[in-house]
């Protein structure tokens, strides 16, 4: 069974940072491409970052480029989402989400989640 657990969320001011967690079990990771998905309230989910399995290739949303950087350990089945400079924009639940073998795929596309983590950044 794939199971995803996110951890590391938190409170923390404008212009702050925070490092998001997410450990998986119950699959091979380099066999997923893995992503970092937010929702706001009230607003639609969307995918922050992802790392790709078949292509090792790295997706950002344009709105936290050069700010957030995802990353991963093998070893651990662990990955990582970076956060600096952090906005009131920002805040939002962050989800881990995976899928089986590809690039980073479209959002419809995830196929398995973690429970999420709440990110509040104050200004």
């Known amino acids: 069974e794939v199971q995803l657990v996110e951890s590391g969320g938190g409170l923390v001011q404008a212009g702050g940072s925070l490092r998001l967690s997410c450990v998986a079990s119950?699959?091979?990771?380099?066999?997923?491409?893995i992503g970092w998905i937010r929702q706001a309230p009230g607003k639609e989910r969307e995918v922050v970052s992802c790392?790709?399995?078949?292509?090792?290739?790295?997706y950002y949303l344009d709105s936290v480029k050069g700010r957030f950087t995802i990353s991963s350990d093998t070893a651990k089945n662990t990955m990582y989402l970076q956060m600096n400079s952090l906005k009131p924009e920002d805040a939002a639940v962050y989800y881990c989400?995976?899928?089986?073998?590809?690039?980073?795929?479209?959002?419809?596309?995830?196929?398995?989640w973690g429970q999420g983590t709440q990110v509040t950044v104050s200004s």
């Open positions: 989400a995976a899928v089986v073998w590809g690039p980073c795929p479209d959002l419809a596309d995830y196929g398995s």
């Open positions: 790392i790709g399995s078949s292509d090792g290739s790295t």
């Open positions: 119950g699959f091979t990771f380099d066999d997923y491409a």
